[in-house]
């Protein structure tokens, strides 16, 4: 009989377990103890594949215990503590404390920690496998560019709109508009193309905001055709250029705002550089910006990131109208770059052949007329140094005539580190400003999931929502001014008409051939602090 007993017990311990379990982890202590536990396990095992895949790991990251404390911020400062909160580096105007006390969404916001926050995991499921937009629906014009180009714009509707389920309501103001006509925010993705599921989720929760938003597309890039010889380099904005003026004569009367996403930074800070203070954009905005182009694709990246741009590079070349055997054959980024556009690639392989973006003799390809419109771009950059002498994205930063938001992060395993970021440019031109980041990744920046105490904590995305409002409330900034100076003798209406003038004439005046500038250079000291209280924020129309 007590044998038997014992076979029933010993038979029934296998269902006993999991009841004893739920039991145990009923318990405070026990169930922290397991969590703790499964924590540690789990990020052994991430070290594990971080070494196979050679992902370098943040040190300095808590990684399997959440942080202690709330996150604090530092702002107006180069210096302090590190924190999970948001870092304003900028010269000290009148925006910035404008934006400190109305923009709350750079103050103090929860990001994700292990393991939704490592900078890894939030890279590759913002650029891949994260959560698609998918209340969006996109429409596609193709717009012909001056030298016989085609670049693709991809509008922004809502899917119950577009089903024809829900009328837009008219009228009154719109959510996050700062007037009843709804601004147009223009997105710039990667320099290598294509919609990622970050980019989707920024574009949806823009038109849920009252948003019209814009997808600029490169030619040849995310199905565009491409029809000329012709691709675009890192940083020009000559077609951006066209972009923005066809966007501004169909949106007259709305506000035009911009921003981009990683390396689709290059045009966009050229373009703001060049254009100066007779640009359309009221605004702009860059999440992960690469600020310097050679430096970034002089430095090695992860063989993950690096295999996986280079694979879609490729993947977007068109072999009936280049010759690609070269570039498919590039190994990194900047052999790839350098093939595409330098004439000292090919004179290395011993390769008669032109570079592939253009000929060596532009106006057989092109029309006179284009060719000087091009200017030095007609040709092929002589050598990589060459190259960046005029698609730094930088170079024309003293020119930049309209506020400028940079959210850079940490522990960003895609961009150089971050102590090579020109901190200078921020402390001393006021139309610089960066948000920096602790923790966020590649175009991440997660918001943390749960509640703490009695609060709960927002879910999404930290740039987004901070791009956004940052529009929202540099658009109230600006009206401010404006009536302001109106107020006390005119000022700012010699702001709008100058604008007006220096729009219409520049419209009007041919195309500028551009010219080579010496490139940035750290001052040894910066004037920011004295010169802050005295600067307006009127523009100086010089071009």
Same mark, same amino acid.
């Given at each position: 009989m007590a044998s038997f007993v014992q076979d029933c017990v010993f038979c029934l311990i296998p269902s006993l377990l999991p009841l004893l379990l739920c039991l145990a982890l009923r318990w405070p202590r026990v169930h922290r103890w397991t969590r703790q536990a499964v924590k540690a396990a789990a990020w052994r095992?991430?070290?594990?594949?971080? @070494? #196979?895949?050679?992902?370098q790991l943040d040190v300095n990251t808590r990684a399997w215990t959440d942080e202690a404390g709330s996150p604090g911020t530092d702002v107006l400062s180069g210096s302090g503590r590190a924190s999970d909160g948001p870092r304003l580096i900028c010269k000290h105007t009148a925006l910035?404390? +404008? @934006?400190?006390?109305?923009?709350?969404?750079?103050?103090?916001?929860?990001?994700?920690?292990?393991?939704?926050?490592d900078p890894h995991i939030q890279t590759l499921s913002s650029m891949l496998c994260g959560q698609h937009g998918d209340g969006l629906q996109f429409t596609r014009d193709h717009l012909l560019l001056r030298d016989g180009g085609i670049i693709a714009l991809d509008w922004g509707v809502e899917r119950r709109r577009w089903e024809g389920r829900k009328e837009h309501q008219t009228?009154?103001?719109?959510?996050?508009?700062?007037?009843?006509?709804?601004?147009?925010?223009?997105?710039?993705?990667? =320099?290598?193309?294509?919609?990622?599921?970050?980019?989707?989720l920024l574009c949806q929760e823009a038109v849920r905001q009252g948003f019209y938003v814009v997808v600029f597309h490169a030619r040849g890039t995310a199905g565009c055709p491409l029809t000329t010889a012709r691709l675009t380099e890192f940083g020009d904005p000559a077609d951006l250029e066209q972009v923005v003026v066809y966007v501004h004569s169909r949106h007259p009367s709305s506000a035009l705002v911009a921003v981009s996403e990683g390396s689709g930074s290059g045009i966009l800070l050229s373009y703001l550089g060049e254009s100066g203070s007779s640009s359309y954009l009221k605004a702009a905005a860059a999440i992960s910006p690469v600020l310097l182009g050679q430096l970034w694709f002089e430095t090695a990246m992860p063989p993950v990131y690096r295999w996986g741009a280079l694979l879609h590079r490729k993947m977007q070349l068109s072999r009936g109208v280049l010759d690609v055997d070269r570039a498919?054959?590039?190994?990194?980024?900047?052999?790839?770059?350098?093939?595409?556009?330098?004439? =000292? !690639?090919?004179?290395?392989?011993?390769?008669?052949?032109?570079? @592939?973006?253009?000929?060596s003799h532009p106006p057989q390809g092109l029309a006179p007329s284009v060719a000087w419109a091009l200017g030095e771009r007609a040709h092929p950059a002589k050598d990589w140094d060459g190259y960046w002498e005029r698609n730094e994205p930088l170079r024309d930063a003293d020119e930049v005539a309209v506020p400028v938001l940079c959210i850079c992060s940490r522990d960003d395993p895609v961009l150089p580190p971050a102590s090579t970021l020109p901190l200078f440019l921020f402390q001393s031109n006021p +139309?610089?400003?960066?948000? @920096?980041?602790?923790?966020?990744?590649?175009c991440g920046f997660k918001l943390?999931? /749960?509640?703490?105490g009695d609060e709960e904590l927002?879910?999404?995305?930290?740039?987004? #929502? !901070?791009?956004?409002? +940052?529009?929202?409330?540099?658009?109230?900034?600006?009206?401010?001014?404006?009536? *302001? /100076?109106? =107020?006390?003798?005119?000022?700012?209406?010699? +702001?709008?008409? !100058?604008?007006?003038?220096?729009?219409?004439?520049?419209?009007? !005046?041919?195309?500028?051939?551009?010219?080579?500038?010496?490139?940035?250079?750290?001052?040894?000291?910066?004037?920011? *602090?004295a010169e802050g209280a005295n600067f307006t924020w009127k523009r100086s129309y010089t071009r």
């Open positions: 095992l991430w070290v594990f594949i971080c @070494l #196979i895949l050679e992902l910035a404390k +404008y @934006l400190l006390r109305h923009c709350g969404s750079l103050a103090r916001p929860r990001l994700a920690s292990w393991p939704r926050g009228g009154g103001k719109a959510l996050g508009c700062f007037t009843t006509t709804p601004p147009v925010l223009l997105v710039i993705p990667q =320099s290598w193309g294509g919609m990622t599921p970050h980019l989707k498919l054959s590039c190994s990194s980024l900047r052999a790839f770059e350098e093939t595409l556009f330098c004439t =000292s !690639a090919q004179l290395r392989q011993g390769a008669p052949r032109p570079p @592939l973006s253009s000929g +139309y610089f400003l960066l948000a @920096l980041t602790d923790r966020g990744g590649h943390e999931r /749960g509640r703490t927002e879910e999404g995305n930290w740039s987004h #929502i !901070a791009v956004l409002e +940052y529009f929202r409330v540099v658009a109230d900034f600006l009206k401010g001014e404006e009536r *302001d /100076g109106s =107020s006390c003798g005119g000022t700012s209406g010699e +702001y709008s008409q !100058a604008g007006q003038r220096s729009r219409s004439s520049h419209a009007a !005046a041919p195309p500028r051939r551009r010219t080579r500038r010496p490139r940035l250079q750290a001052p040894e000291q910066s004037a920011a *602090d």
